[in-house]
């Protein structure tokens, strides 16, 4: 073999490992999608509270109860609504989308949405502070899941709202989803711990089950923006001249 085609051979090694390095490099700095640390379903709450201290008479619902809006909640006997209502600071049978007063100082609570009652906080005989809350309910049709990721700066200025997410529930079905909202909070390790609030029409569309009730931990794969082809090369010698000082 002639030196000639000996340094032939030698360059053409030299081009084929420069090649499969910048593959390398792009596949592990600029990957398509990042999979969540953790992610699971939650929906709209809304709290049911009161302003008057007093005493629970009555419960009309109890957790996990289906409620349209306006349907009757919870009853509270209330002494100082009753003085109120007496000195014409309160006007009696009063009616709000929230509750309705009658004279001798009840306030019955309204669900102000329709959905499920999440939480009841409160018992017939208790007694109830005023500005404390009654319960909890969870909006129909509000379905939406948080996810937690740990990316690099660099993947963090690559999600976008609207990015398409695919979320894998627990019995293996995939649904998609679009970015809504995204915060942030930057590790020591200079990594962002990001949070992504994901919607999806198919979630609410799905039979109302444990598999899609809210508090149920799901897996989510967030499609970052795609940059190009040689974004991962670019990205390096950026890094590179940045170090020495260019």
């Known amino acids: 073999m002639t030196w000639t085609n000996r340094l032939r051979l030698l360059g053409g090694l030299l081009v084929v490992l420069v090649v499969v390095a910048a593959c390398t490099l792009v596949f592990n700095q600029r990957q398509s999608a990042v999979a969540s640390t953790s992610a699971a379903i939650a929906a709209q709450e809304y709290a049911v509270g009161t302003d008057y201290g007093g005493t629970v008479t009555q419960e009309y619902v109890e957790e996990g109860d289906t409620v349209q809006k306006g349907a009757k909640l919870i009853q509270v006997q209330s ?20 509750y309705d007063i009658g004279e001798d100082g009840l306030i ?24 404390s809350e009654l319960g909890t309910i969870h909006k129909a049709d509000s379905l939406f899941v948080t996810s937690n990721f740990t990316v690099t700066p660099r993947d963090y200025g690559r999600i976008r709202n609207g990015a398409e997410v695919e979320l894998r529930l627990p019995d293996d079905r995939t649904v998609t989803g679009r970015v809504k909202s995204v915060s942030v909070e930057t590790n020591a390790d200079g990594q962002a711990k990001t949070t992504v609030d994901v919607e ?45 000082g260019l």
């Open 79 to 98: 002494l100082q609504l009753a003085q109120d209502i007496r000195k014409g600071v309160v006007g009696a049978d009063t009616q709000t989308s929230a």
């Open 108 to 131: 019955t609570f309204k669900a102000e949405v329709s959905g499920t009652i999440a939480k009841i906080d409160v018992k017939t005989g208790g007694y109830v502070q005023a500005g």
């Open 200 to 244: 999806s029409r198919e979630l609410s569309a799905s039979p109302s089950s444990g598999i899609t009730s809210p508090g149920t931990p799901v897996d989510a794969t967030l499609h970052l923006q795609d940059d190009g082809e040689l974004a991962g090369v670019t990205d390096m010698v950026r890094d590179f001249s940045r170090q020495i």
